[in-house]
């Protein structure tokens, strides 16, 4: 299914998270004419360019509808770990792809699985800027499906795991 943005609509860009489509370009590259949509990541500001033939290729998709927002809630208050009783550096290596998916439903699964193994060991290092990375993520796009504020949406998903 191909995906099209306009200018001023958001969109999820894998493991950076919600983008605004600054622009739609059309740049020539070794002779041909491509046109890209110009992405700006909210947490960072950063500026990215997606040729539109490859958005769906590389991830880009829209925000998660209101509608199914309910089942990210379902997967993080979910109590199966999916990894259990592997070494860390083989969970950190199947979690990070899950977020290089962009899937919102892979990233609360990464998010639910690191807040239950926090309470029965420490996290690694890089665990823990995983679990920091996966509820950013979550936080930002739930809060822009559901039309609320990111620290009710934070303290939602902190209720969940507390």
């Not at 809630?73 to 199947?94: A, C, D, M, P």
């Not at 290092?125 to 679990?131: A, I, K, S, V």
Request: contains cysteine.
């Amino acid at each position: 299914m191909e995906v099209t943005f306009r200018v001023g609509d958001k969109a999820v860009y894998p493991s950076h998270g919600v983008a605004e489509v600054t622009g739609i370009e059309s740049r020539e590259i070794s002779g041909a004419k491509q046109t890209f949509y110009i992405l700006r990541i909210l947490e960072n500001g950063m500026r990215v360019m997606v040729p539109t033939t490859n958005a769906t290729a590389v991830g880009l998709r829209a925000i998660v509808k209101k509608n199914r927002v309910k089942e990210v809630y379902t997967i993080l208050k979910s109590r199966e770990i999916s990894v259990e009783g592997q070494t860390w550096n083989r969970r950190y290596r199947e979690y990070m792809e899950k977020i290089k998916t962009g899937s919102v439903f892979e990233v609360a699964e990464v998010l639910r699985d690191l807040s239950l193994l926090k309470h029965d060991k420490d996290l690694s290092f890089g665990e823990r800027r995983m679990l920091d990375t996966a509820r950013a993520l979550l936080v930002r796009e739930l809060a822009l499906a559901k039309s609320s504020k990111e620290e009710k949406i934070a303290k939602e998903l902190d209720a969940i795991f507390c």
